[in-house]
């Protein structure tokens, strides 16, 4: 009796077990949105950051402080952010910030608020083609805000950015009573664009004035910043051509050009991103990023321009900045050293121009520096770790872990990722790609295929994150049996401006020919069914997703694209014009990347997805390539999400990704 009772136990375990192994994850818990999603996802449940080069410790709605970051455990709780909500704003925004005011908009308008809570208007205008105080030339360049506070507080930069001359583009809400339109201003490439000038606020005058950044007002003012003593504004001013940028310091009392520090020039483009960066103690000297020799570096100047030294160098980008130390000796920052598919940290002595790496563990490392620079948290994760969150003493070494995540797939037999390179089309330059398997994977049946593509600028998909960067949708597939692969062309980010560029004037041309020699390489593999392969991709993801079916048209059975790109004419001013010059300057280059004029070559079975509130990839591309198919007789299908924009969000997007997976199950598999 007591045998039969421990072989019912054991058989129930393993029935269990195996039960648990083989669980199929469902999108509601692999998509964001879904309601089961975070069961699923790695948290760390306790989160630091700095204070002085003292550690808080949020822990829920707990707030400790941890005097000495290395002994963790001797914590004094200070405050419940649930309970002591006001204690707790007051808390963290003074600790945040020390000005008199706050800067905020309302509609097209900026004002400012003191502490006592008074409003006083910087600007009242009417129109509302005119707006202060907000990001402008449609975030590219870096930049993420239009307010700039001087050191001290007392003086407030902000853009100012003039849209009257830019077309309406008209944009249908479909949730009034009886439709509505809600335009937008939508710089098409080539056409009309915005202006934009800079106005310095003087709270103790109550006067603004506007920097003379002079003719022609068809230009792009990025990487705003102050001097560290407020005199002085530093501009990074590129041209409508973006060929060439000057780094231009105004004077913030009168608005006048002081000087041109320096200009960098490229014959395809320059691009930056960051602003000027003081070297902490040393008023007279800064630090600008540039990939002037083919990676981003960092170089020190001194203020009247002059180049004193580059600081870093070599085949691989500085990715971050991180800040200081307390002395100003040692600059840290986040490299691709010594692999693009990692991040690591790292400093500089700006005084004998050493390089430390202050991180070992593989992985993509970001960080948080204390006070003095004697700390560093830095937060990671890689392919088999979920999420660390580890404490750095950078003058020695010694490392501790703060917190980790645990993996919400422990326990699971789940889909395998792993990574490796191939030969781009130019049979040079390696490739990263992804390719995730099914869970306990026969070599020996043919599987279909689902390649994920993105594949353009500031872009990089394979990494070594949790899980190389696989995302639910992928994992989902693998379940169903394909084997899903995830390629970086050249094209994308992060490896060199040289492997970037090669694409300009001809957007979609290279990234294909790269993107076909991962095509060649799932062929080969034995287990590789190549007559049942599809591609599925969003934004310029969407726009590769289109373009390999009709310059490969016999490679894919299916292919899905969303708010995909389909005439680069049709795109927005900063970006298309970038990577493509304009359609005046470029036609050819326009007419060989559009493509409205290879409709006719569609042979796959294709589903177009778009948001039909899209603002980024306007809803006019899918409708003229759908135009351009009936006009060529072919046969692309069409879905659109009301009310949606460039993305779906909440529970529509784990809709949309089920209704991807049954457009490749219908036609692929």
Same mark, same amino acid.
């Given at each position: 009796?007591?045998?039969?009772?421990?072989?019912?136990?054991?058989?129930?375990?393993? #029935?269990?077990? @195996?039960?648990?192994?083989?669980?199929?994850?469902?999108?509601?818990?692999?998509?964001?949105? &879904?309601?089961?999603?975070?069961?699923?996802?790695?948290?760390?449940?306790?989160?630091?950051?700095?204070?002085?080069?003292?550690?808080?410790?949020?822990?829920?709605?707990?707030?400790?402080?941890?005097?000495?970051?290395?002994?963790?455990?001797?914590?004094?709780?200070?405050?419940?952010?649930?309970?002591?909500?006001?204690?707790?704003?007051?808390?963290?925004?003074?600790?945040?910030?020390?000005?008199?005011?706050?800067?905020?908009?309302?509609?097209?308008?900026?004002?400012?608020?003191?502490?006592?809570?008074?409003?006083?208007?910087?600007?009242?205008?009417?129109?509302?083609?005119?707006?202060?105080?907000? @990001?402008?030339?449609?975030?590219?360049?870096?930049?993420?805000?239009?307010?700039?506070?001087?050191?001290? &507080?007392?003086?407030?930069?902000?853009?100012?950015?003039?849209?009257?001359?830019?077309?309406?583009?008209?944009?249908?809400?479909?949730?009034?009573?009886?439709?509505?339109?809600?335009?937008? +201003?939508?710089?098409?490439?080539?056409?009309?664009?915005?202006?934009? *000038?800079?106005?310095?606020?003087? *709270?103790?005058?109550?006067?603004?004035?506007?920097?003379?950044?002079?003719?022609? +007002?068809?230009?792009?003012? *990025?990487?705003?910043?102050?001097?560290?003593?407020?005199?002085?504004?530093?501009?990074?001013?590129?041209?409508?051509?973006?060929?060439?940028?000057?780094?231009?310091?105004?004077?913030?009392?009168? &608005?006048?050009?002081?000087?041109?520090?320096?200009?960098?020039?490229?014959?395809?483009?320059?691009?930056?991103?960051?602003?000027?960066?003081?070297?902490?103690?040393?008023?007279?000297?800064?630090?600008?990023?540039?990939?002037? %020799?083919?990676?981003?570096?960092?170089?020190?100047?001194?203020? #009247?321009?002059?180049?004193?030294?580059?600081?870093?160098?070599?085949?691989?980008?500085?990715?971050?900045?991180?800040?200081?130390?307390?002395?100003?000796?040692?600059?840290?920052?986040?490299?691709?050293?010594?692999?693009?598919?990692?991040?690591?940290?790292?400093?500089?002595?700006?005084?004998?121009?050493?390089?430390?790496?202050?991180? !070992?563990?593989?992985?993509?490392? #970001?960080?948080?520096?204390?006070? !003095?620079?004697?700390?560093?948290?830095?937060?990671?994760?890689?392919?088999?770790?979920?999420?660390?969150? %580890?404490?750095?003493?950078?003058?020695?070494?010694?490392?501790?872990?703060?917190?980790?995540?645990?993996?919400?797939?422990? $326990?699971?037999?789940?889909?395998?990722?792993?990574?490796?390179?191939?030969?781009?089309?130019?049979?040079?330059?390696?490739?990263?790609?992804?390719?995730?398997?099914?869970?306990?994977? %026969?070599?020996?049946?043919?599987?279909?295929?689902?390649?994920?593509?993105?594949?353009?600028?500031?872009?990089?998909?394979?990494?070594?994150?949790?899980?190389? &960067?696989?995302?639910?949708?992928?994992?989902?597939?693998?379940?169903? /049996?394909?084997?899903?692969?995830?390629? %970086?062309?050249? $094209?994308?980010?992060?490896?060199?401006?040289?492997?970037?560029?090669?694409?300009?004037?001809?957007?979609?041309?290279?990234?294909?020919?790269?993107?076909?020699? /991962?095509?060649?390489?799932? +062929?080969?593999?034995?287990?590789?069914?190549?007559?049942?392969?599809?591609?599925? $991709?969003?934004?310029?993801?969407?726009?590769?997703?289109?373009?390999?079916?009709?310059?490969?048209?016999?490679?894919?059975?299916?292919?899905?694209? $969303?708010?995909?790109?389909?005439?680069?004419?049709?795109?927005?001013?900063?970006?298309?014009?970038?990577?493509?010059?304009?359609?005046?300057?470029?036609?050819?280059?326009?007419?060989?990347? !559009?493509?409205?004029?290879?409709?006719?070559?569609?042979?796959?079975?294709?589903?177009?997805?778009? /948001?039909?509130?899209?603002?980024?990839?306007?809803?006019?591309?899918?409708?003229?390539?759908?135009?351009?198919?009936?006009?060529?007789?072919?046969?692309?299908?069409?879905?659109?999400?009301?009310?949606?924009?460039?993305?779906?969000?909440?529970?529509?997007?784990?809709?949309?990704?089920?209704?991807?997976?049954?457009?490749?199950?219908?036609?692929?598999?």
């Amino acid at each position: 009796m007591r045998k039969n009772i421990l072989l019912i136990l054991l058989f129930a375990f393993s #029935s269990a077990l @195996s039960a648990q192994q083989t669980k199929q994850f469902t999108l509601d818990e692999l998509i964001p949105g &879904g309601k089961d999603f975070y069961n699923y996802y790695p948290r760390i449940a306790e989160q630091y950051r700095w204070r002085g080069d003292s550690l808080l410790q949020i822990s829920g709605d707990s707030v400790f402080y941890v005097e000495n970051p290395f002994s963790i455990q001797k914590k004094t709780f200070l405050l419940n952010q649930r309970t002591d909500k006001e204690r707790a704003t007051n808390f963290f925004n003074n600790e945040d910030d020390n000005r008199s005011f706050t800067a905020f908009n309302k509609e097209n308008n900026l004002f400012i608020k003191d502490k006592e809570g008074n409003e006083t208007a910087i600007s009242s205008e009417e129109n509302k083609g005119i707006v202060y105080g907000q @990001s402008v030339h449609r975030d590219e360049f870096g930049i993420n805000k239009g307010v700039f506070w001087s050191p001290s &507080g007392e003086k407030l930069a902000f853009y100012r950015m003039d849209e009257t001359m830019v077309t309406d583009y008209p944009i249908v809400d479909i949730s009034t009573r009886i439709a509505s339109e809600k335009s937008v +201003k939508y710089p098409m490439a080539g056409e009309t664009s915005h202006e934009v *000038t800079i106005g310095i606020y003087d *709270t103790k005058t109550a006067k603004t004035v506007y920097l003379k950044t002079g003719e022609p +007002k068809d230009k792009f003012l *990025t990487n705003v910043a102050w001097s560290p003593d407020g005199r002085w504004i530093y501009v990074a001013e590129l041209n409508r051509g973006q060929n060439r940028m000057k780094l231009n310091r105004y004077d913030a009392l009168s &608005g006048n050009l002081d000087k041109t520090l320096f200009e960098e020039t490229h014959p395809k483009y320059v691009e930056p991103q960051n602003p000027v960066l003081f070297v902490k103690n040393k008023p007279n000297q800064f630090v600008w990023q540039s990939n002037r %020799d083919g990676y981003n570096h960092l170089y020190l100047y001194d203020v #009247s321009g002059k180049l004193l030294k580059q600081l870093t160098k070599g085949n691989w980008e500085v990715t971050n900045v991180i800040g200081f130390d307390e002395k100003g000796e040692n600059l840290f920052f986040v490299s691709t050293h010594p692999t693009p598919m990692d991040r690591h940290i790292y400093s500089v002595n700006l005084k004998n121009d050493k390089t430390t790496r202050h991180t !070992s563990a593989q992985g993509m490392h #970001s960080a948080s520096l204390s006070a !003095s620079g004697r700390y560093v948290i830095d937060r990671y994760s890689s392919h088999d770790n979920p999420g660390t969150i %580890d404490l750095i003493n950078a003058r020695n070494g010694k490392t501790v872990t703060l917190a980790s995540a645990r993996n919400p797939f422990a $326990g699971f037999s789940i889909p395998s990722v792993e990574t490796g390179t191939i030969k781009a089309a130019d049979n040079k330059t390696d490739l990263h790609y992804r390719m995730i398997k099914p869970a306990n994977f %026969d070599a020996a049946k043919k599987h279909p295929v689902a390649v994920y593509v993105y594949g353009g600028p500031h872009s990089q998909m394979v990494q070594n994150r949790w899980r190389y &960067g696989s995302g639910g949708w992928e994992m989902y597939m693998a379940q169903k /049996g394909y084997v899903v692969f995830v390629l %970086d062309n050249r $094209g994308t980010s992060n490896r060199g401006f040289d492997f970037e560029n090669v694409t300009h004037r001809q957007l979609g041309v290279e990234e294909a020919k790269d993107q076909m020699r /991962g095509v060649e390489f799932l +062929k080969s593999l034995p287990y590789v069914d190549a007559d049942r392969m599809g591609i599925h $991709g969003w934004s310029y993801g969407g726009f590769m997703t289109i373009n390999m079916l009709l310059r490969y048209p016999d490679v894919f059975k299916v292919g899905v694209a $969303g708010g995909p790109v389909t005439d680069w004419k049709y795109y927005e001013v900063m970006y298309g014009e970038r990577y493509m010059d304009t359609p005046q300057e470029n036609p050819d280059g326009y007419a060989e990347t !559009s493509l409205l004029n290879k409709a006719d070559r569609l042979k796959s079975r294709l589903l177009i997805i778009h /948001g039909d509130e899209d603002p980024v990839v306007v809803m006019q591309h899918s409708l003229q390539f759908l135009k351009s198919a009936i006009g060529a007789g072919t046969h692309p299908d069409f879905f659109v999400y009301p009310g949606h924009e460039h993305n779906m969000m909440g529970r529509d997007r784990v809709h949309l990704h089920e209704h991807i997976t049954r457009y490749f199950e219908d036609f692929c598999k």
